[in-house]
């Protein structure tokens, strides 16, 4: 999954084709809240302003910034509300993407940098958006009751495909324990979990906000979700197969915010809160930003929050380091950290 989506000039992430889009015509294979409406990226400003606020920095480290138009998003409400940060530092890897942040971001070259990895200790408000879900995971297949972990080798050439499963006895499990003698397909986020700890090992103090789309571990593993959460995207259609146009669409994952939470708090982080991007977005001031636009950017605003679209799907976890914990605006109500 990582050579698929990272090796230098090959991989889905690390090649020249479009990614981001909200129609197939434009050569995308997926859209991202940005895209489709530029309030979320107004609601996530806030959110970020009163962090600022709260943990007396100064500077916010966005990770995969995609098109750049979170960062343009947020940025521009900033200086709307005279609130602009002192850096804003981007964190992606794609040469691509970021020629196109550049210039997406233009107007702002005075204030914002871009960095290959992090610095030793760091202070900020980190915001992520789909960044989790693009973080390599390990498959692992339950068999007439043993676990094997799923990789790829080549395939047999002729007219047969590429690449192909092969399972092998492992040790890994699951995080809990999955119910059921059935055979079973799913996921761990040891990748993920060490992006996290890795955060909390440089972050002296601040506060860090990931949304994406992934659910608490009772539910990631329950029992009658046996497929697994791993999906690819291409011109945007879904499907389960990685091991066809490598390099051409998306994989990703679900993201176990469970996991996420514990690797923050082995890590050092506190965990501010956690809730669905609907309750979210209503806690940092929907209700005003969707009655001073028209019926068009209404409509669009609201698939950010309807329960059959971003509303509840995604989700977003709130941590913070260094700093006296507080319940952050868009945690205010509709809190779930108790279900993690």
Not at 20 to 35: C, H, L, N, Q
Not at 168 to 195: M, N, S
Not at 246 to 262: P, R
Request: hydrophobic share 40%.
């Amino acid at each position: 999954m990582e050579l698929a989506l990272y090796a230098p000039g090959l991989g889905y992430y690390a090649n020249e084709t479009a990614k981001f889009g909200a129609m197939p015509e434009s050569g995308s294979d997926f859209v991202t809240a940005p895209e489709i409406s530029p309030i979320f990226g107004q609601l996530v400003a806030s959110q970020l302003r009163e962090a600022l606020q709260k943990t007396n920095t100064r500077e916010i480290w966005e990770f995969g910034a995609g098109t750049g138009a979170l960062a343009l998003q947020i940025l521009d409400e900033l200086a709307a509300q005279g609130a602009l940060p002192e850096r804003y530092t981007i964190v992606d890897l794609s040469g691509t993407l970021r020629a196109r942040q550049k210039l997406a971001l233009a107007k702002y070259e005075h204030l914002v940098r871009w960095v290959d990895a992090l610095p030793e200790a760091m202070e900020g408000v980190i915001i992520g958006n789909e960044v989790l879900d693009a973080m390599p995971v390990q498959l692992l297949q339950r068999t007439a009751g043993q676990w094997h972990e799923r990789g790829v080798v080549l395939g047999a050439g002729g007219d047969e495909a590429a690449f192909a499963w092969e399972d092998r006895p492992t040790e890994l499990r699951p995080p809990v324990d999955i119910g059921g003698p059935h055979d079973f397909l799913t996921e761990i986020h040891r990748q993920g979990e060490a992006f996290i700890h890795t955060l909390g090992e440089r972050l002296v103090r601040g506060a860090a906000f990931f949304i994406d789309y992934g659910f608490g571990e009772s539910e990631y593993y329950h029992e009658q979700r046996h497929m697994g959460t791993l999906v690819c995207h291409y011109q945007h259609q879904v499907d389960n197969d990685p091991l066809v146009l490598v390099g051409l669409k998306d994989i990703t994952a679900h993201v176990n915010f469970t996991g996420t939470a514990v690797a923050a708090q082995d890590a050092g982080f506190d965990v501010l809160g956690y809730t669905n991007q609907a309750h979210f977005l209503i806690n940092c001031g929907l209700a005003p930003k969707l009655d001073a636009v028209g019926i068009k950017a209404r409509s669009m605003a609201s698939k950010l929050v309807m329960e059959h679209e971003m509303g509840e799907l995604f989700k977003v976890v709130a941590l913070s380091k260094g700093v006296e914990p507080w319940t952050p605006l868009g945690f205010v109500q509709g809190d779930r950290t108790h279900r993690l």
